[in-house]
């Protein structure tokens, strides 16, 4: 079997729901990928963030062997041992008093919305099935039928209808817009703190902390979705750190597992995750020992290895190196640590292209909204890795 071969099996029995590059990859270790015909690549993706830790961590790795010898799923009828010290090593490293566990990022902010919607009736005081949900346009929270709801991108919604109610969209960076959109019964204001998908969208400097001012003053929960920006990727552990915000609810996937098995939670304090009562909510995989064993050991290399500083060290390096690139297709690098847009002019014709070309080059990028490149490696990538890459981009991002 060749490349080929593998990509028309796919393409016959499997949904064609993705359109990947045409690299069939078998096995990777730290930064690096390595297709069927044995060819390297640097990752510049990092599977959406999930592979902070870099690809097939060690330390991961065990922990995963270890359990899975021991006992991988209880449901959550019985107790665990792995769920507990997760439970503590998780609240101890994030000043959480709480957290909910779940498997995909998308199940994560379907939690989100519900213990908001909770909250609203049970302490807010806002007449039942009224509860509102501020969300922002251009944002990312996954693919589920209520998530969708809110999504601004007619290619995840329209033919997907008909909606959830309850949910408001407004601008993304505009404070005021929020201010303006809360009412009587908003429960919440939902929003990523750079948003992914949306292209690397930062938000003004100050916007995060208006809204939180704006939610505080007006009884409405801030919830973050961290899911992509989370767990040091942006050069903190949190993006919202930057503004000093600790929001009602982080919710937090991708990286929680290192890349091995999907792990997400809700983060928050007693008062608002304590009101969940048995039976209103859970996942027959969510908090298995398996899943917190990973969890746990991914956490610890976040920590023992510094990624934070890392990824805001190196992202800082990497984000200099590529805006001194000339490049008659750039109109703008951006990003926090290592989480990078290079954002192209519309005459550039499409990131696709110019993520082909650095395919060629061992270099596996994504386009994200079709004018812009994402950087976002591994976060245990190191100097020289990031020179080796950048005559590579430079001469990609100079090709006709
Ligand atoms: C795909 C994008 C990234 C996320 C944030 C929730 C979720 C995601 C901020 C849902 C997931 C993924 C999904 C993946 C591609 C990827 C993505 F381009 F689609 F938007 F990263 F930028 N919140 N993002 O970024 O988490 O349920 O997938 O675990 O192929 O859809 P999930």
Same mark, same amino acid.
Request: aromatic share 8%; hydrophobic share 40%; proline share 6%.
């Given at each position: 079997?060749?490349?080929?071969?593998?990509?028309?099996?796919?393409?016959?029995?499997?949904?064609?729901?993705?359109?990947?590059?045409?690299?069939?990859? =078998? &096995?990777?270790?730290?930064?690096?990928?390595?297709?069927?015909?044995?060819?390297?690549?640097?990752?510049?993706l990092?599977a959406?963030?999930?592979?902070?830790?870099?690809?097939?961590?060690?330390e991961?790795?065990?922990?995963?062997?270890?359990?899975?010898?021991?006992?991988?799923?209880?449901?959550?009828?019985?107790?665990?041992?792995?769920l507990?010290?997760?439970?503590?090593e998780?609240?101890?490293?994030?000043?959480?008093?709480?957290?909910?566990?779940?498997?995909?990022g998308?199940?994560?902010?379907?939690?989100?919305?519900?213990?908001?919607?909770?909250?609203?009736?049970?302490?807010?005081?806002?007449?039942r099935?009224?509860?509102e949900?501020?969300?922002a346009?251009?944002?990312?929270?996954g693919?589920?039928?209520?998530?969708?709801?809110f999504?601004?991108?007619p290619? %995840?919604?329209?033919?997907?209808?008909?909606?959830?109610?309850?949910?408001?969209?407004v601008?993304?960076?505009?404070?005021?817009?929020?201010?303006?959109?809360i009412?009587?019964?908003?429960?919440?204001?939902?929003?990523?703190?750079?948003?992914? =998908?949306?292209?690397?969208?930062?938000?003004?400097?100050g916007?995060?902390k208006?809204?939180?001012?704006?939610?505080?003053?007006?009884n409405?929960?801030?919830?973050?979705?961290?899911?992509?920006t989370?767990?040091? &990727?942006t050069?903190?552990?949190?993006a919202?750190q930057?503004?000093?915000?600790?929001?009602d609810?982080?919710?937090?996937?991708k990286?929680?597992?290192g890349?091995? %098995?999907?792990?997400?939670?809700?983060?928050?304090?007693?008062?608002?995750?304590?009101?969940?009562?048995?039976?209103?909510?859970g996942?027959?995989?969510?908090?298995?020992?398996?899943?917190?064993?990973v969890?746990?050991?991914?956490?610890?290399?976040?920590?023992?290895?510094?990624?934070?500083?890392?990824?805001?060290?190196?992202?800082? %390096?990497?984000?200099?190196?590529?805006?001194?690139?000339p490049?008659?297709h750039?109109?703008?690098?951006?990003?926090?640590?290592l989480?990078?847009g290079? =954002?192209?002019?519309?005459?550039?014709?499409?990131?696709? &292209?110019?993520?082909?070309?650095?395919?060629?080059?061992?270099?596996?990028?994504?386009?994200?909204?079709?004018?812009v490149?994402?950087?976002?490696?591994?976060?245990?990538?190191?100097?020289e890795?990031?020179?080796?890459?950048?005559?590579?981009?430079?001469?990609?991002?100079?090709?006709?």
């Amino acid at each position: 079997m060749n490349t080929k071969d593998f990509i028309s099996l796919e393409e016959q029995y499997g949904a064609h729901n993705y359109h990947p590059l045409d690299v069939v990859i =078998e &096995r990777a270790e730290g930064v690096w990928v390595y297709d069927v015909d044995g060819k390297q690549y640097l990752d510049c993706l990092s599977a959406y963030s999930a592979v902070n830790q870099g690809h097939v961590h060690p330390e991961i790795l065990n922990a995963l062997l270890e359990q899975a010898k021991k006992v991988t799923l209880t449901s959550r009828a019985f107790r665990n041992d792995q769920l507990p010290l997760f439970y503590k090593e998780l609240s101890e490293m994030t000043g959480y008093e709480m957290s909910l566990p779940m498997n995909s990022g998308a199940e994560a902010v379907e939690t989100a919305l519900k213990l908001a919607r909770k909250w609203a009736y049970q302490v807010k005081g806002v007449p039942r099935h009224r509860a509102e949900i501020i969300t922002a346009a251009g944002n990312f929270h996954g693919r589920t039928l209520a998530i969708i709801t809110f999504s601004t991108e007619p290619l %995840y919604r329209d033919d997907f209808g008909p909606f959830t109610p309850g949910f408001v969209t407004v601008a993304y960076g505009d404070a005021d817009a929020i201010e303006k959109a809360i009412t009587p019964n908003t429960a919440a204001v939902l929003l990523e703190p750079i948003q992914g =998908e949306g292209g690397v969208i930062i938000p003004p400097v100050g916007y995060l902390k208006k809204v939180a001012e704006i939610c505080k003053k007006n009884n409405v929960l801030l919830m973050l979705d961290e899911i992509q920006t989370g767990l040091a &990727r942006t050069g903190k552990l949190f993006a919202a750190q930057y503004e000093d915000v600790r929001p009602d609810a982080t919710i937090i996937g991708k990286a929680l597992s290192g890349g091995f %098995y999907p792990v997400s939670a809700v983060l928050a304090d007693k008062a608002l995750l304590g009101l969940f009562k048995p039976g209103e909510h859970g996942s027959t995989f969510g908090g298995n020992p398996l899943a917190a064993a990973v969890a746990r050991a991914s956490l610890r290399v976040i920590r023992e290895e510094k990624l934070a500083e890392r990824s805001q060290q190196l992202g800082e %390096y990497f984000m200099e190196q590529l805006s001194e690139i000339p490049s008659p297709h750039v109109k703008e690098v951006r990003g926090k640590g290592l989480l990078i847009g290079v =954002e192209l002019r519309p005459e550039a014709k499409g990131a696709r &292209r110019f993520c082909e070309a650095l395919q060629e080059k061992g270099i596996l990028a994504k386009e994200t909204h079709e004018n812009v490149i994402r950087f976002a490696p591994p976060l245990v990538i190191d100097k020289e890795t990031i020179d080796w890459a950048l005559p590579s981009i430079r001469d990609v991002l100079n090709v006709k």
